[in-house]
């Protein structure tokens, strides 16, 4: 007998959660799974999995509407819903409550904790609070990291035992360098000849993207010899897109940073890079790094939980600690002056990738969806 399975995610943009999903939905094998999808149906999302699961419409987007509560609850009492499975704060709280009115089990993945979220003091405050009532009615919680993990039970007092860890995937057979051909987006962006840095994320603060500029333009300082060879591609969108536009035009990195704005494929993207950079703040574990990880690329990371936890400094990146522009642009400096250790260091992440895997990724997933039912091999 098939579980009937729904998602819930609020889909509002394409992102890690909806990233995430999205392989989920796609490789979940379909003679065990009825896949039901409840978001908003409309962009890349909705595409990449509509021919994979049914949709139904949900706008999730105003942040209090409790009808949606009952919205939920009618889809899955109409539709014979199993398990619910959310991801994002909203999604995670009207699909918690309404669950629990249906007599759903209810499954969240918690990429980041609310404290983690980007918002107001007043608002984190309320999302808190909220948050707080939901949990109290989710079955189990996948998280991506340990030091996640550790944040649901000591700072959530979520049971250790609803705690499920499952690293982010990443598709080693999509992410193959070997099957790339970086000539298309080198004359897209005129990186011939050139050396070719990037970033790939959202732009917001968690990023750390001022300390990038602020770590190019000691490169340069300290090498103004790169000046016409060096280029630092920025692919993304977000809130502070013209801030960091700003701060790169004043200090006279017009000429050596390209905003790419938001790519459509990432290992194109990434395929043209000589060296991948992320200078993040506050990651949980993020998709970028494992996909960079893969394309084999030399990477320069921040030495934060949600990356030292993917990668070794030294062995698979090298790591500097966050808001340091000096030891960012040293690093960097290194490899750019280092071929064969750069080359290493690539090597080295590829075959880590491994362990991160979409196969490992589904089948540790339906291991929770089966302890949470009690169907199939937990049964």
């Not at 999730?60 to 199993?82: A, V």
């Amino acid at each position: 007998m098939k579980t009937k399975l729904l998602f819930v995610i609020e889909n509002a943009a394409y992102g890690g959660g909806e990233n995430v999903f999205s392989m989920l939905i796609r490789a979940l094998p379909a003679g065990s799974y009825d896949i039901f999808c409840a978001s908003l149906p409309r962009g890349r999302f909705y595409e990449e999995v509509r021919g994979r699961c049914r949709f139904l419409p949900l706008d999730l987007t105003c942040r209090f509407d409790l009808r949606n509560m009952r919205r939920l609850q009618n889809m899955m009492s109409e539709n014979g819903i199993t398990l619910a499975h959310s991801q994002g704060a909203r999604a995670d709280f009207y699909c918690a409550f309404a669950a629990a009115a249906a007599g759903v089990t209810a499954v969240a993945t918690v990429p980041m904790p609310v404290e983690g979220f980007d918002v107001g003091f007043l608002r984190k405050q309320v999302y808190a609070l909220l948050n707080s009532r939901a949990e109290k009615k989710i079955s189990g919680f996948i998280t991506v990291s340990r030091h996640l993990a550790v944040a649901l039970a000591a700072g959530h007092g979520v049971p250790v035992e609803k705690i499920h860890i499952i690293p982010n995937p990443v598709d080693l057979a999509e992410f193959d360098p070997a099957a790339f051909d970086a000539g298309p987006m080198k004359e897209k962006y005129l990186l011939r000849g050139r050396l070719a840095l990037g970033v790939l994320g959202r732009l917001e603060w968690q990023k750390g993207y001022h300390c990038l500029i602020e770590a190019l333009g000691l490169i340069l300082k300290k090498e103004p010899g790169l000046g016409e060879k060096l280029v630092c591609l920025v692919a993304g969108a977000g809130r502070l897109d013209a801030v960091l536009k700003k701060q790169a035009e004043a200090a006279g990195l017009s000429g050596n940073m390209v905003f790419c704005g938001e790519v459509p494929a990432a290992r194109d993207y990434l395929g043209a890079l000589d060296i991948f950079i992320m200078p993040s703040l506050l990651e949980g574990q993020p998709l970028a790094l494992l996909e960079a990880m893969a394309m084999g690329k030399a990477i320069v990371a921040t030495d934060i939980p949600g990356i030292s936890e993917t990668v070794a400094n030294g062995q698979e990146a090298l790591l500097v600690p966050p808001e340091d522009p000096g030891r960012l642009a040293q690093a960097v400096l290194d490899l750019l002056h280092d071929a064969p250790a750069a080359a290493c260091l690539g090597q080295n992440a590829r075959e880590k990738a491994r362990a991160f895997g979409l196969p490992e990724f589904i089948k540790r997933h339906e291991a929770v969806y089966s302890k949470l039912t009690g169907v199939g091999e937990y049964g």
